[in-house]
């Protein structure tokens, strides 16, 4: 069995955006979630950019620059 993350985009808006990040198995066809939600709010600030760059893919960020305008 391998563990994947799913990562939700949540509440993107100009100002901010929360990042849900949850754990996830296949058994017997059907996706069950290993441990509980992980939750972490951003706002479009220079700090905040850099964490996200480091801790996001590359698609999940550039949707989050696109919606920020940088």
């Known amino acids: 069995m391998e563990i ?3 990562i939700t985009l949540d509440m993107l808006t100009k100002e ?3 990042v849900l990040r949850q754990r996830v198995i296949e058994i017997g066809g059907t996706e069950m979630q290993v441990g509980g939600n992980v939750r972490n709010d951003f706002t ?3 700090d905040d950019r850099k964490i996200l760059k480091e801790q996001l893919s590359e698609d999940y960020y550039n949707a989050v620059m696109a ?3 940088v």
């Open 4 to 6: 994947k993350e799913r």
């Open 16 to 18: 901010g955006v929360s």
């Open 44 to 46: 479009n600030c220079e």
């Open 67 to 69: 919606v920020w305008k």
